[in-house]
Structures are given as C-alpha cells and as structure tokens.
C-alpha cells in the first residue's frame, strides 16, 4: 500500500506480465524488467495524498530499508543489529555503571547487566535488575522536568549569543567578498562584450564566459541564501525550559495513545544519549543523558516531528554548532 503511485496521482502500465499456470489455471504476476514497463501516466483524478508525504515516505522506507536490498552506491549498510527497530525506549542506550557493558532484558519484564549474567560475578558484581515500566517512567520524569533547568539553558543562551554573533560577522565579510568577486566578473564580461562588438571573434571568450556565467551564478544563489536566513532574535527566547516541558508534556500523552505511539517513540529516543544504571545502597541509581540540540529542536517544534516552516534547517544548524561544545546534558534519576 506504501508503494502504490495512484495515491498520488500517477499511473503505471505493463509493471507485470501475468501468465497462466496451466496445472491449477490461476494467474501469477511476474514484475518486468525496468527497460520493458512503460512510462507513468499522470492521473491527478486520483492524487489523495501531496508529495511532499510521499516523499517522506519513501525516505524514512529508504533509512530503513535492509543492507541487501540498498543500492551498490548507497551508504554502506548498517549491521544487522542496529537496522531492528527498537522494541524499548531505552533499547540500545543502557549500560551498566560498574562494568560498562549493556543493560538488557533480563526475564520477562526486568532489565540487567549483562557482563553480570554472562560472564560472572568476577567480571562484574552488578546482579541488581530493574522493572522496566518502572525505568520508562523515571526516564519520562528526568526528560520531562531535569534535563532542560534553568541553569543550563543560562550558559547555553550565553554561548549562543557569541556564536550568533560570530556568525553574523562571518557572514557580513562573506557578503564583502562576494559583492567584491561580482563586481569583478561584471567588468570582465563587459570588457569582452566590448571586445566582441569591435569585432574580435567571439569563439575566443566562449570558455571563459561559461565560467564566468556560472560562478556568477553561483555568488548569487549564496547571496539570496543569506539573505533568506532567519534573524537570531525569535529563534530562542528566555522561556526555552517552560515551551520544553509543555511540548514534552504533549509527547507523553501521545506515547500512551496507540495511535501516535511509534512516531512519539522515537521522537522521544533522539532525547535520550545514554543511560547509565549503577549499584548504590543497594539499589539502582540512574544517570540519563540526553542530546541538548535535539532538546532545542524540540522547543521550536510545533508539531512532534518536523520544524515548524518559520523555521528553517539552517535555524537549527546555528543552535546546534552553538551547543557544539556543551556535553550532553546528565541528569541523576
């Protein structure tokens, strides 16, 4: 169903060749070879779905789309473990305090370590075990209310500001350079324009006013790039934590509905860095760290997935290069 063009208004012809079993008399369908089906015909009568969905389709099919079946020019496939869609929220992001290896399940409905279990104790004397609707709810509680504090979010709104301005500055001697560079390629064409109506013979700049042409081209679509990127001063504002817990809070009641669960599931794990589990008094302490610029991203995200469309890629990127220096923010469950 994912893969059918008439949701979108596109209709193919001659994909299979259907042919007769002559034993049971029932038809089987045999897709043809590229170079034999015929080209889509448009059929907009029966467009219920915008390209822009279908295209997100086909990428999030792509990403996880199995080694084998990729092509010879794509990205190197990933290992088999890391391309399983992760069953927990927390699958693939435990690790044991004492030893470092991964925690994991242990039983039906407890995590444990897994040097502890496999190896011994001499390995590892970490044999504590933890429920895991217990572990989902501590983890939702440290992302919902510790993760985002107000004295973080001070440093890095400081740290934000000198690269913010760092960029401008950046990007005011770039402009320089540019309108420089253009003014220069300006007057060669025009000195070979004049050269040519005097009558040299133009065959002479045809090299040179392709290139010329092209790099023109080029300082200008940088130039309107600029021009379109958004100014700093409605991108992150003091009451980051607050629009951080709300959205959070929006995330969490869409990961108790069936229906929004596996797209709330995943948001909710770019968040998560890494969980530590380690033995204190007896019981399991928790350190979780979670990935500030996603946490930002979030705070910008009107919806659960995308960035709103006020806000571009190139927004995001300039938070992100900002926290480039921070470790991911830890907070004790």
Known sequence: MLNNQLYVGRRAYARQTYRKNPDTGKRHAFLNAEEQQAITVA??????????????????????????MKARDAVP????????????????????GECGSSYAKSGRTRFGCQGASKKGPAFCGNRLTIRQDDLDARILSGLANGMVRDEVLAVFLEEYAK?????????????QQRDLELMEIDRQIALAKAAILKGVDA????????????????????????????????LLHADLGNTYRQRFGRLTDAFEDDAL????????????????????NGILAINLRGEFASMLELCVCPETQKASAGVSGEALQIKMVAGTGFEPVTFRL
């Not at 496939?77 to 044991?96: D, E, I, N, V, W």
Request: proline content about 5%; hydrophobic content about 35%.
């Open 43 to 68: 059929a907009p009568d029966l467009r219920i779905v915008s390209d822009t969905l279908w295209q997100s389709v086909k990428d999030r099919q792509q990403s996880l789309r199995r080694g084998p």
């Open 261 to 280: 669960r596996s797209q709330a599931f995943e948001r909710i794990r770019s968040l998560i860095d890494r969980v530590v589990l380690k033995p204190e």
């Open 163 to 175: 690269e913010t301005a760092r960029l401008e500055a950046s990007a005011t001697d770039s402009q």
């Open 77 to 96: 496939a990933l290992p088999l473990f890391a391309q399983q869609r992760p069953k927990y929220l927390t699958s693939g992001k435990m690790t044991c």
């Open 203 to 234: 065959s002479m700049f045809t090299a040179e006013m392709r290139a010329w042409a092209e790099r023109r081209g080029t300082l200008l679509a940088e130039a309107e790039r600029a021009f379109k990127l958004p100014t700093s001063t409605n």
